[in-house]
């Protein structure tokens, strides 16, 4: 029996925290034998143009999106949005005040890292990041790294840079069910990403607060990722279904940035990958917009 096609929908390049250029992402998708990739850096689609002219030759069905640094009732959460008008305008604002809000705490994050002893300058971190649409704390991370600080990103997180530690600092992200309209609006279509994160806490994003954002226009939960136990994915995959949303997997690649995250180790079943992209096509007629196509092999 030949087996399905391998959809994974969310992954990063270098224009985020990923560790590969566009093409270098779409070819490594290839060669791993995935029929369909999403690339979703954070907060931007400065990717697309790249990855669409490397699909085309690398053979592969590729699915523009990005992944939106929102908040939602204290909590951080991040929203997968495919295939939406690049270009309209209150979409391309809200992830632009995202984008200045990463860059801008960066001297923070510095300044903090400077009363721990440690010497690093906005330099050693431009260094790091140089295709990247804003500098985050990954980058921070590999500029750690690469003064030979800590080890490697995990533990830049660890001991450093996530909340509760010395060097953390908070920055602007936009409110969630505001930008979920947004999406719409662009003739995209929504997906929460990893729900219930490292903790596996639903927070506000329980059954009844899922049903919230499935009225104001959500399409879809990501439930396989590598952050969500077994049976924190069947109770998502539960909600899922009692909501009518869409039911998503995939590897949130970032390249070298992150291990435990190879291209295809979660994966989206065709028939829910075919209910996005029909939500999508609904999105885009209604919104008027022009939006992305799949790029087909
Ligand atoms: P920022 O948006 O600048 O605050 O950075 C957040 C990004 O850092 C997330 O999107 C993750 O990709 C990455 N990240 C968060 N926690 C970790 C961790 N423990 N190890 C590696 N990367 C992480
Ligand atoms: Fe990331
Ligand atoms: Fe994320
Ligand atoms: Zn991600």
Redesign the pocket.
Known sequence: MRPGPIIDLHTHSRVS?GTQSPTELVQAAAAAGLDVLALTD?DTSGGWDEAVSAAASAGIELVRGMEI?CRHRGRDVHLLAYLPDPAYEPLVNALQKILDG?NSRVPGILARLHELGIALTPDDVRRVSGDAAAV???HVADALVAAGVVRD??QA??ELL?PGRPAYVD?YAAPLEPMIRTVMEAGGVSVVAHAWGRANDPGPLDAAGFAELAAVGLSGIEVDHEDHEPGAREQLRAIARDLDLVVTGSSDH?GT??TGHALGCNTTSPEEYARLLERAATAAAVSGRATPEVVTR
């Open positions: 925290d954070h640094s990463r985050g704390r990954p990103r995990e997180f660890d996530r920055r970032h940035g992150k």
